[in-house]
């Protein structure tokens, strides 16, 4: 809206031309969430507060956790709201793609907030119902995947990082891909979500990272000399990721260790599901793979965890989500998440990469 706003006065001034340009309202997008967080931060803490919405912290998980109970959660609302009020500003709003992951975001936050209200409210300790909340996710994300899949100038064929000449036409099976792609990468970041700050970091480089791609594969001359697919219209995304990374940087000021607040379910579902759309929509969805390496290697961790007790009655690691199998071993809290911080930019170095090496 302020981009409408301003851009309308390119009539009488020709300066007001340079905010049709898709990185300055990027970088307006991320500098309009990142200062709403920091300003809106400390009186959302103090309303969770208040209203004594508090973590619910298991008593089967690592001990010195147990400090952690009644820090206030659901933190993850500045998120989703800040997001909202950065984006909905800065944005060409004729934008379909925009549209389809702001449904993401709220589709998936809304999951979560049914989820985390369950938990902290009503004292329900497992939340909704895992069958129901799998449901859900699934019909949201049949609705972005059935609207792409008829969109006349969208295509079902399926990029792979390093090959520019390997495209598979997945027809009409790319519907469950996407389902698939976005589904998963919602529940992934929401494994991740166990310590201060460690799900925030990744996805704060999984941003940055498709801030590019969506830029460049949006972009006709760029994607045309990297060999990439060109997605007219794509490049809008950038704003939104810019907003994503200043919301998740701002959040990160109140969320790093030790925790003053907890995301919760109402954005690590949503964060995620949001990834999975602007792959999708990039044609990068499998880069999200390398992306967000860690979300895949804590997801992973949890299914064999929970395979090789069910088969061998043992377990592969201490405790699953990997995470807290470090923290058993002895490793301190913030050594854990920041090592994994570092982890997550090596591989978005890498996915980065992929853009040329092809």
């Given amino acids: 809206m302020i981009y409408y ?159 520019k000449n390997f495209n598979p036409d997945l027809g009409w099976f790319y519907i469950i891909f996407v389902i698939f792609i976005i589904v998963g990468a919602s529940n992934a970041v929401n494994l991740t979500d166990g310590l201060d700050g460690l799900a925030i970091g990744p996805t704060i480089v999984a941003v940055m990272v498709y801030t590019v791609i969506t830029y460049v594969s949006g972009h006709a001359k760029i994607a045309d000399y990297l ?3 060109f997605i007219n219209g794509s490049g809008e995304l950038a704003i939104l990721c810019g907003s994503v990374f200043g919301a998740s940087l701002g959040f990160l000021w109140f969320n790093t260790y030790p925790a003053s607040v907890f995301m919760g379910d109402v954005v690590s579902l949503p964060l995620g599901a949001l990834l999975g759309a602007v792959a999708v929509i990039s044609k990068h969805e499998l880069l999200l793979v390398i992306v967000g390496g860690i979300f895949v290697v804590e997801t992973v961790s949890v299914i064999f965890q929970v395979l090789s007790y069910k088969i061998n009655r043992k377990r592969v690691f201490l405790m ?27 591989l978005g170095l890498v996915a980065l990469s992929t853009l040329k090496l092809r």
């Fill in 5 to 163: 706003l301003l851009y309308s006065l390119h009539e009488y001034h020709s300066f007001f031309n340079v905010f049709r340009y898709i990185t300055l309202r990027t970088v307006y997008a991320v500098l309009t969430a990142l200062i709403l967080c920091l300003i809106i931060g400390p009186y959302m803490i103090e309303s969770l507060k208040r209203y004594q919405i508090g973590q619910y912290v298991r008593n089967d998980g690592p001990k010195h956790h147990l400090s952690k109970a009644g820090t206030p959660t659901m933190g993850g609302l500045l998120i989703i709201m800040v997001v909202l009020i950065a984006t909905l500003s800065w944005i060409d709003l004729s934008n379909v793609y925009a549209w389809l992951v702001l449904l993401a975001l709220v589709g998936f936050g809304a999951i979560g907030f049914i989820d985390d209200y369950l938990k902290v409210v009503k004292k329900k300790s497992d939340g909704l119902a895992g069958r129901y909340k799998f449901s859900l996710q699934i019909i949201v994300a049949s609705i972005i995947a059935g609207i792409l899949y008829y969109l006349p100038v969208y295509s079902t064929q399926l990029s792979v990082p390093f090959f």
């Fill in 227 to 229: 060999l990439i697919p």
């Fill in 320 to 346: 699953a989500p990997l995470h807290h199998h470090y923290e058993l071993k002895g490793w301190q809290e913030p050594k854990i998440i920041v090592r994994f911080w570092i982890i997550a930019i090596i």
